[in-house]
């Protein structure tokens, strides 16, 4: 167990899906640091940490620039240290927009239905989620400067930026 939490921790458990334990949160903070930096460093996360990832992380709301590469974000999982149960405020939409930077991050572009069902096994085009559901959660990631949507004939297709 680690012994207290700061900021810092709950940053590094949830970006990196670091364990909770006193010696990797160590590792992991002394290879990060960049050297000479470390004052720069500290401040950038706990500046982070204070806007956007507390123990509410407020992801989306904050337009955290970590999204694309955070765990948490892409895993839907927020829990951290000290922070037991999942928190259920925006946790499905968030969960669903993390899973679309992960998807897409894995592949070049990726056609709208194709998309869809890969993010979730009840995704049907014409339904409660469907289409129109996915397309309100691109437009709200591409509003974000994190996804661009291009629109060909008869098809939608998506891409990181
Ligand atoms: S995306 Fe969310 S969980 Fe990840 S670092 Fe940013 S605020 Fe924290």
Redesign the pocket.
Known sequence: MHSSYSIID??YY??FDVPDDDAAFERVASHLMPEGGSRTWNNAIME?GGV??GKK???DE?G????EW????QSGD?TAPDVPTQPSFEGSRRQFR?RIVRLLGEHDELELDTLGHRIRVDYTPDGEYGREWLRSLLSDLSEDGLVQIEKGNDQITARLQ
Request: charge should be positive; proline fraction near 10%; include cysteine.
């Open positions: 709950f940053f949830r970006a982070l956007a990832c992380p407020r992801c904050a955290c620039p970590w999204r955070c765990h948490a974000y927020f993390g």
